[in-house]
């Protein structure tokens, strides 16, 4: 069996890693990796290919970055090809972004199968440009492999049951995997944050967020006022809008750094007293670690983070001082992303379809 795995952004570096350990337990599987370029900073794509083990890609597209038409249009064009040279059994295509729902096309008008890795994921937010990429993605994919329960029955919903799977989340495989390899390191914090004191992780990179000055400047204004030090590790879009809107994203409690390593990210928020964000993925990784999370959004895909108060949602902003370092819930968690074994029954579910 042949597949050919088609990333491009950070979150999708993370999925590809159990994956590709998954794959390569078999000796008669080829696994193709394709990097559209998407994200192509150091600190945004190799350290994640190096930390997470992932073999380097066979093709770098080196689309880069620009609008969502040009983006989506250059990977579309470039991957004809490519997918023409290979015929894999599966183009498997990983969340939401930009490079997913270009490959998914790619693949599907070639009429070559399209397997998508978390499928079902619903904001019911159009405003969003991941919503589009997922249900677009969805309807065009022959085999839909869902993380969760939620995920089986917004696919049925939509009729798409009979394509769907449910296996579990891959993000819980390598989370808890690297959450047990980096357990006696000390978290990477900046000089002037304690690690053994209370302290905040925050990320914000939506466009929601970070293209609008005001409410840009009210998220960076709450985070300065949280009672502990607040450790923003700060995505590239987010440093060019704050740099545009002459925004500084340090003062009170803040301190600003660069992004973070996957392993090094687990280390953190496993030591936080709390996390601050509006990425999907951290809000489950803050669960999965058993932070508290507080989410700069009107809804989430991951409605499971929200039992029992683990993770809230504070659109309005008025709650973020307050809500950033709250104690702990008193309940267990259920195991809603799975055991941490989704990425062999992708492998496996893979294999047996292969005609
Ligand atoms: C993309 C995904 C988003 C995901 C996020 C994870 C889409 C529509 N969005 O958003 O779902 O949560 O990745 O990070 O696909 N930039 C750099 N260096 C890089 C990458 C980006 O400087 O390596 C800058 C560029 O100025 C670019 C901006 O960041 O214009 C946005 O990058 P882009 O990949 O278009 O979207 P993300 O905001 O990262």
């Given at each position: 069996m042949k597949v050919l795995s088609v990333v491009g952004a950070r979150p999708q570096f993370v999925k590809l890693g159990p994956i590709a350990t998954a794959l390569a337990a078999f000796p008669d599987v080829e696994h193709v990796i394709v990097h559209t370029g998407q994200h192509y900073d150091a600190a945004m794509s190799d350290v994640f290919f190096r930390d997470l083990g992932i073999p380097a890609p066979d093709i770098n597209l080196g689309v880069g970055s620009a609008s969502h038409g040009v983006q989506t249009g250059a990977m579309l064009s470039a991957l004809d090809a490519v997918l023409d040279e290979h015929q894999p059994d599966w183009t498997l295509v990983y969340g939401d972004t930009n490079s997913t729902i270009a490959a998914a096309l790619a693949a599907a008008k070639l009429h070559l199968p399209v397997a998508h890795l978390e499928a079902g994921l619903r904001s019911f937010n159009r405003a969003m440009p991941e919503e589009h990429n997922r249900v677009l993605t969805d309807h065009a994919a022959d085999l839909l492999l869902a993380p969760t329960a939620t995920a089986m029955t917004h696919l049925a919903t939509e009729g798409l049951a009979d394509r769907a799977v449910l296996v579990g989340d891959v993000m819980a495989d390598v989370c808890f995997q690297v959450r047990d390899r980096v357990a006696g390191a000390q978290p990477d914090l900046p000089p002037d944050v304690n690690p053994d004191a209370p302290y905040v992780i925050a990320t914000i990179h939506r466009a929601e967020n970070t293209d609008d000055s005001l409410r840009l400047e009210r998220i960076v204004t709450a985070l300065r006022e949280v009672p502990v030090p607040v450790v923003l590790l700060a995505h590239p879009r987010l440093v060019a809008r704050a740099t545009a809107f002459g925004l500084e994203l340090t003062g009170g409690s803040l301190h600003a750094v660069g992004p973070m390593g996957y392993p090094h990210m687990v280390r953190a928020v496993m030591g936080a007293a709390g996390v601050v964000t509006d990425s999907g993925g951290l809000q489950k990784e803050a669960y999965l670690l058993q932070t508290p999370c507080t989410t700069t959004r009107t809804e989430t895909e991951w409605v499971e983070t929200l039992e029992h108060g683990w993770n809230v949602l504070d659109p309005d902003l008025d709650h973020i001082s307050r809500l950033a370092a709250r104690p702990r819930p008193s309940d267990e968690q259920s195991r809603?992303?799975?055991?941490?074994h989704a990425a062999e029954q992708v492998a496996d579910i893979l294999r047996a379809r292969t005609a």
């Open positions: 809603p992303f799975g055991d941490g």
